[in-house]
């Protein structure tokens, strides 16, 4: 299924005369509230004004080619548009539709180049195009990003290009931030109670950008160059040893990424930014086969299944349990983790497993397989190994520990996307840089990670809720993110251990709970073991209801690593309400007015217990009548949540 457009677009095209000079540009978002200057000289600079106050100075962005000299930037043509449009999104992330309504600037120089300029009410953003036949290198590529005097920033610190984006956001005063401090993106910053999100769409063929400090209470962009030597040191891990003096080789006409500039005068405007979906690629090609869902896991519970009459273990009696578990349930997909085959050679499967025979035993629950690869073994199988997955019936794939976004990792990443689109498979990019429009592009790259998520509650207790209520405003706004909710052993700090085939997660049940409603994911994954979703039928109520795609979202309070309250309106019509808070008690109200007038509704709640405080695991579930005038009261224990499923009560 093709995604739906539909548009309103006029352009204007002015010629420019040779003659050298500098030339300043303004454009401001429909709405008028956000206006970007742009002035071209020897250099180019650009300075963001948010309801009239500047909150991002004088900006240097600049595109070094080894093709010619960009010393002076001779302008060939100039050009301002509308643009006016809805898109309709084959998977739904936040919405069934997308308002895509922005102004453009088009700025045309005359060494075959070109920068593009689109402000939204909701933020800005700009990329480098190329006209050029013949094949060039990109030295440099500068984006600099100057925020206003008092500059705080949200920051994912990393130790080098080699990561897989699982990082904690650390609070820093700006211009406390130095040239040698790393950072993945997306980074949030905030200036006089703005907030500025940088992260980047549309990212192919090309190399991911990151961002330090620039000494002057900013950020500046910067990429890993493109890798002259590499090593394999295992079946998973490729390492660049040394590196070429350029980012990319670029090949004819390119369309470089776009580099975003979200804006926020409230946190929830966080929660409903979609830039990174509106300035990504549209996809081509049929996608109606596309089957978002639910997914048990094996491996964050070390297939520890109990209460049964065989040997738990990778082996096909264990996952004919999980499938048997995701029938009952109504998940789409289980997902045959690490283990399942060798991992230096994907046609190779454990003599445990009999994949043809738990396919067979799938089918005839109406559940998929999705399989585990690392990347490495896939790079060199591809096509023999994606044949054998297409043959057996296999729903999906997920690629491992790539841990790069230089530009050969990101063409790895595109090749992966198309070769499993052209075999009808799903894609979960993990050990992942952050995505950039891929749900647009390729709608079969459902999820990804790049996040700080469960998986880590194994080994330490760095998945706090105070990192669990940072992330939606950051990492989610970039797209979905595969966090593995779904903990069922749930204890607060002082209780919490690392029990890697048990594992525990820090904060309530009812917090757990609240993240299918919060977090965006929709390949999303019930990450404990189906003994334990057994043993909690009230729970499983919840996690058998709740969707994956979202028709709206209403964020209704929230405060960036304090605590979240949002709802969202299922396909089916029926609304759910997630809250989340850090390790603060919290008591917040809110009008149920995004419910339909004159109706009445059910809302069954799911909340901290009385004793929830002490025992993270205590929650209580109750059910009342509601209307559009009701307003609700959510009390949330220290790492607590709370969550409901709303239902017209003339359909019950």
Not at 100 to 124: A, H, V
Not at 359 to 372: E, M
Request: charged share 25%; with cysteine.
């Amino acid at each position: 299924m093709f995604e739906k457009k539909f548009v309103l677009f006029l352009v204007f095209l002015l010629p420019v005369t040779s003659t050298f000079a500098q030339k300043q540009f303004q454009i401001s978002s429909p709405d008028g509230s956000i206006s970007v200057q742009v002035s071209v000289d020897k250099d180019i600079r650009y300075s963001v004004t948010v309801d009239g106050d500047q909150v991002v100075e004088p900006s240097e962005v600049a595109l070094a080619t080894s093709q010619r000299s960009e010393e002076h930037w001779e302008i060939a043509s100039e050009g301002k548009s509308s643009h006016s449009g809805l898109l309709e999104p084959v998977v739904w992330q936040k919405s069934k539709t997308i308002d895509n309504t922005y102004q453009q600037l088009s700025i045309e120089f005359k060494n075959g180049l070109s920068l593009k300029w689109r402000i939204f009410d909701s933020g800005l953003a700009w990329r480098w195009e190329s006209e050029r036949e013949e094949e060039f290198n990109v030295i440099d590529e500068k984006a600099d990003f100057n925020f206003a005097t008092g500059a705080k920033t949200w920051y994912p610190e990393e130790d080098g290009f080699y990561s897989h984006n699982e990082r904690l956001y650390k609070d820093y005063a700006l211009d406390s931030v130095s040239t040698d401090q790393l950072a993945s993106l997306p980074v949030l910053s905030e200036v006089d109670g703005v907030k500025m999100l940088v992260t980047e769409s549309s990212l192919f063929n090309y190399a991911g950008m990151w961002v330090r400090g620039n000494n002057k209470g900013g950020l500046s962009g910067g990429h890993p160059h493109y890798p002259k030597t590499t090593e394999v040191t295992s079946d998973r891990d490729e390492r660049v040893r040394s590196r070429e003096d350029y980012i990319a080789t670029i090949q004819g006409n390119h369309a470089f990424p776009w580099r975003v500039l979200m804006v926020a005068r409230d946190d929830n405007d966080l929660l409903t930014n979609q830039l990174v979906y509106k300035l990504a690629k549209p996809s081509t090609g049929d996608f109606s086969w596309v089957e978002p869902g639910k997914v048990a896991w094996d491996w964050w519970n070390a297939n520890n299944v109990y209460e049964v009459d065989f040997e738990a273990g990778i082996n096909t009696k264990t996952y004919k349990y999980y499938i048997d578990f995701a029938s009952e349930y109504d998940l789409k997909y289980i997902i045959l983790d690490e283990g399942w085959t060798d991992t230096e050679d994907l046609l190779k499967t454990n003599p445990d497993i009999n994949i043809k025979e738990l396919v067979r035993y799938a089918d005839q629950k109406n559940v998929g397989l999705i399989l585990w690869a690392s990347w490495l073994t896939l790079r060199g199988q591809m096509k023999e190994a994606l044949d054998q997955f297409e043959e057996w019936g296999i729903k999906g794939i997920k690629v491992d520990f790539m841990q790069r976004d230089d530009q050969q990792m990101v063409r790895y990443y595109e090749k992966v996307a198309q070769a499993a689109a052209k075999r009808e498979l799903l894609v979960n990019f993990h050990g992942a840089y952050k995505p950039t429009g891929w749900i647009r592009t390729y709608p079969n790259v459902l999820t990804s990670e790049g996040v700080l998520g469960n998986e880590i509650s194994k080994f330490a207790d760095s998945v706090t809720p105070d990192h669990t209520t940072t992330i939606p405003f950051i990492r989610m706004a970039a797209g979905p993110m595969d966090f593995t909710p779904g903990g069922m052993r749930n204890a607060h700090k002082d209780n919490w251990s690392a029990v890697p085939t048990e594992p525990m997660t820090i904060g309530t049940r009812s917090n757990q709970l609240a993240m299918y409603v919060i977090y965006e994911s929709p390949l999303q994954m019930l990450c404990d073991t189906p003994t334990h979703y057994y043993d909690e039928p009230e729970a499983m109520d919840f996690l058998e209801a709740v969707p994956v795609e979202w028709a709206k979202t209403v964020p209704l309070k929230s405060k960036v690593g304090d605590y979240v309250l949002m709802a969202r309106q299922a396909p089916n019509g029926d609304w759910y309400i997630g809250g989340m808070t850090d390790y603060n008690a919290r008591e917040l109200s809110a009008e149920l007015s995004f419910l339909e007038e004159g109706k009445n509704y059910e809302m069954h709640v799911w909340k901290d217990g009385i004793n929830a405080d002490r025992n993270a695991k205590d929650f209580k579930k109750e059910t009342k009548a509601v209307t559009q005038d009701t307003e609700i009261n959510v009390s949330m224990v220290r790492g607590g949540g709370w969550v409901a499923r709303i239902t017209n009560a003339t359909k019950n």
